[in-house]
């Protein structure tokens, strides 16, 4: 009984959605990233970051490799 009080003491008021919600189509922080050029900024370090990553498995997938072909057997 008190979980059922709790759950609807905690729900929260519905907002109804109106038509301006559907037109609105600009994301303030992006336009103003964009305005002040910071925007290029924040894309170089999201590539920076990924070529990272990639540079990274890329030579963890050739040492694991080089691994596998001296453990091996049949090489």
Sequence with gaps: MMMAFSLSALAQEKIPVTESDYSNNT????????????????????????????????????KISKIEKSISPNH
């Excluded at 305005?35 to 540079?55: E, R, T």
């Design 27 to 62: 994301v303030e922080m992006a336009d103003r990233m964009r305005a002040d050029g910071k925007i290029y900024v924040l894309v170089g370090v999201i590539g920076i970051i990924f070529v990272g990553i990639a540079v990274y498995l890329v030579s963890t997938d050739r």
